[in-house]
């Protein structure tokens, strides 16, 4: 019959005849179909459980594919019917010590699939034979049983010692019985909160030498098992790391990763700065060649190679060109690569680098080309030699007037203008040609905080802002609090351009918005504006950290542990596997004489968290103040940039004094003859004063240019309170 056929709905009483029929059956062939079409309607869902005493009568039959039919039926209704399993157990029991090696294999399996207490506890005894079989193939299959028992009734295996038998099998002559054998203490191992692998010099010794006859699969087995080897001398860590590194040579994806990973860990014992050096420069070529893989195997090889030029910058360190995307490749190996290409570059190779960035910022995948385009704005602030190139060529984009290169753009040069200030304003006039061209949240937010740091240099910084504001409640909180942190640079440092704006800005962010961080930005700004401008001036214009690469380093003691699990799930996710998976232990760098002091000063800090240092109170009681915040140095630009959006010009000369300076009645005079439509200041508007306030003796730059500021006596407050004084806030 063929295989198409068997995949059909059959109905339980045709298959139980079939299976009861007496006729004669030459080397039961018609029992074998039945069977086969009895496992296929179970695969399709069908329950066949009814049929579980007719096919049970089959395993008495001695024909090995009957029986393998037969075990995987009862294997999977044993699950939703142990109760029937009882009835097979003496078929099972009779069959682990059948004379034929298979069968014993077999059934041993089949037992062991099955996590029913009377199926555990009858399989004792046939495992403690098979352990010391005769057939290898028997004592390979019996190891991994004793791993499956642990993993359903830990109390059996440690009550009958088949730790002790596992270990036996360490020196089996049979490499496949060793590999499984150490492939069973190792799952047991990382399971058992009291059962702890470490092998010493000797087992390591016959675990590398029968590592050249096993399988690929038992050399991974038996490579994953080396980690557990704690090396007490550089020499012994040196040793190993020479007899493995014939695998890098291995064609199996699964044996190279697992041979890295070792290889890696190894280097951490090994006290020759040259050791360590040969063994970066042979770990490079068998990652270039994962790299001709499909994309899956590319893929996790990526992101292991990422984690690993972080920890050991000298592998790869001259090959970035085989990273350079293809155009067949997947979008997730695209992104993987270019996160691999911007760690590689250098500045010897920084201009081959933005070449290849420029071209695939023309490619047709939107979320590729941003990306490619933050890479060049994160080498700007990488290398510093090539931060005129980076911008040359984000120029170059810019002016393609592509919506979502022009927007990727802005939102890295206003990086670069915080990495490199007062260096690249020039180039401002061309990014507000492309107003037009913003609608995503991070780029209209990252254009908005240029026109309010550089607001007294663009002679239009208030028109833009205005425009800006127009859809101020519609906008996205991101850009709400970009707008209102602009807005109040921008009063700072020219109060007349600002005065109409700050008060509009002021409102809406406390009165018409919901968001808590904007409401108690807006009430930190209003209360300082109104009460202290110069604490004002020294907090919204104050020094900005400046940007650096060091922030995107991963922390060293993570990294060493991740590089632990390399070829895992761990390694691609970037995360400890305690993180994700149920039950996972930690995995840490072992103590050892040989360990090298930096990757020690690592594990101890894994170990322990350091503590926090208490700061003493001042007398009385009270907190410790805090130095105050020095107020931000600006540097003068005499250059004047001109363009259609936005006007630029030199900073204009200090003149003034405090910002919302009480309202005598001269005041009230001069705010009248400024604001001849205004009446008296509505008691319950907290902003009129901010709407109608003096202006005299401001000069045109406001407090920013070094206009005189009074005391905080001297403003009066009545308006609202912030949530917490503003003391929980990060302000910019």
């Known amino acids: 019959m063929a295989d198409a056929k068997l995949f059909q709905r059959n109905k339980l009483q045709e298959l139980r005849a079939e299976l009861q029929a007496d006729k004669k059956d030459k080397n039961f062939s018609r029992r074998k179909t039945v069977l086969k079409r009895v496992v296929a309607s179970m695969t399709m869902g069908q329950d066949m459980s009814p049929l579980y005493p007719d096919v049970l009568a089959c395993l008495s039959i001695q024909v090995l594919e009957i029986k393998k039919m037969v075990y995987l039926f009862l294997v999977n209704y044993s699950r939703v019917k142990p109760e029937m399993v009882k009835h097979a157990l003496p078929g099972l029991l009779s069959d682990a010590n059948d004379s034929n090696a298979l069968i014993r294999a077999l059934a041993l399996r089949t037992m062991s699939y099955i996590p029913v207490p009377e199926v555990l506890q009858a399989l004792v005894e ?39 038998a596992l270990r036996d099998l360490l020196m089996d002559p049979n490499p496949t019985v060793i590999a499984n054998a150490i492939a069973a203490l190792t799952e047991i191992s990382e399971r058992s909160d009291n059962i702890h692998l470490r092998l010493n010099s000797e087992i390591t010794r016959r675990l590398v030498q029968a590592m050249g006859e096993a399988s690929e699969w038992g050399q991974t087995y038996i490579l994953e098992s080396l980690m557990y080897y704690v090396p007490e001398e550089h020499e012994d860590a040196e040793l190993l790391a020479e007899q493995i590194s014939i695998r890098l040579q291995h064609s199996n994806s699964a044996v190279v990763l697992a041979t890295v990973k070792v290889i890696l860990y ?86 081959q680098v933005l070449a290849e960035l420029k071209e695939y910022a023309s490619e047709v995948d939107v979320e590729f080309v941003r990306k490619s385009v933050r890479t060049i704005g994160r080498l700007a602030i990488k290398i510093s030699s090539a931060a005129d190139l980076c911008i040359s060529v984000l120029l170059q984009l810019v002016k393609t007037k592509v919506s979502y290169v022009v927007q990727e753009a802005i939102v ?182 040989a360990l090298s002091q930096e990757a020690k000063d690592s594990y101890l800090e894994a170990l322990r968290l350091p503590s926090m240092p208490k700061v003493p109170a001042a007398a009385g009681g ?19 940039i001109g ?69 905080a006596d001297e403003y009066g407050y009545s308006g609202p309170q912030p949530v917490n004084g503003g003391r929980n806030d990060l302000l910019l």
């Open 643 to 711: 363009g259609d959006e936005c006007r630029m010009g030199a900073p204009r000369p200090a003149a003034g004094a405090g910002l919302l300076d009480e309202v005598d009645e001269d005041d009230e005079e001069e705010g009248a003859a400024l604001n001849p439509d205004d009446g008296p200041d509505d008691p319950l508007d907290p902003y009129a004063s901010l709407a109608r306030m003096s202006l005299d003796g401001f000069g045109t730059s406001g407090i920013a240019g070094g206009g005189r500021t009074g005391d």
């Open 622 to 640: 009270d907190a410790p103040s805090l130095p105050p915040r020095p107020t931000a140095a600006r540097q003068e630009s005499s250059d004047a």
């Open 126 to 164: 046939p495992l403690r034979h098979c352990l010391k079989d005769r057939d290898p193939y028997v004592r390979k299959t019996a190891a991994i049983c004793v791993a499956k028992m642990y993993m359903h009734d830990r109390r059996i295996v440690e009550r009958e010692k088949f730790v002790t």
């Open 266 to 351: 190894l280097m951490n014992y090994m006290g020759s700065e040259q050791a360590v050096n040969d063994m970066c420069r042979r770990l490079s070529p068998p990652l270039v060649t994962l790299l001709s893989s499909g994309p899956e195997v590319q893929y996790v090889a990526l992101r292991n190679i990422h984690l690993i030029i972080q920890r050991r910058p000298s592998v790869l360190r001259n090959e970035v060109k085989v990273f350079f995307c293809k155009y067949n490749d997947p979008i997730y190996v695209k992104l993987a690569k270019l996160e691999i290409i911007y760690r590689l570059a250098n500045p010897k190779n920084v201009e």
């Open 412 to 593: 890295v040069i206003k990086d670069i203008f915080r990495r490199y200030p007062n260096q690249y304003e020039g180039i401002i006039g061309t990014l507000c040609e492309n107003l037009d061209a913003l609608d995503t949240p991070d780029a209209k937010a990252a254009m908005i905080w240029i026109v309010g740091q550089y607001a007294d240099r663009i002679e239009n910084s208030d028109e833009l802002l205005d425009d800006f504001l127009v859809t101020f409640l519609e906008e996205p909180v991101e850009v709400q609090l970009a707008l209102l942190t602009a807005t109040v640079k921008l009063f700072i440092k020219r109060p007349t351009a600002g005065q109409e704006l700050v008060p509009k800005v002021l409102k809406w962010a406390t009165e018409k918005v919901d968001n808590p961080d904007l409401r108690d930005r807006g009430f930190i700004y209003w209360r300082m504006l109104s009460t202290d401008p110069a604490a004002a001036t020294d907090v919204v214009l104050a020094d900005k950290p400046t940007i650096s690469t060091e922030s995107e380093a991963m922390d060293r003691g993570l990294l060493d542990r991740l590089l632990l699990h390399t070829g895992t799930l761990a390694s691609i996710y970037q995360k400890e596997a305690v993180s994700f998976v149920r039950g996972a232990r930690p995995k840490y760098l072992q103590d050892s004489p």
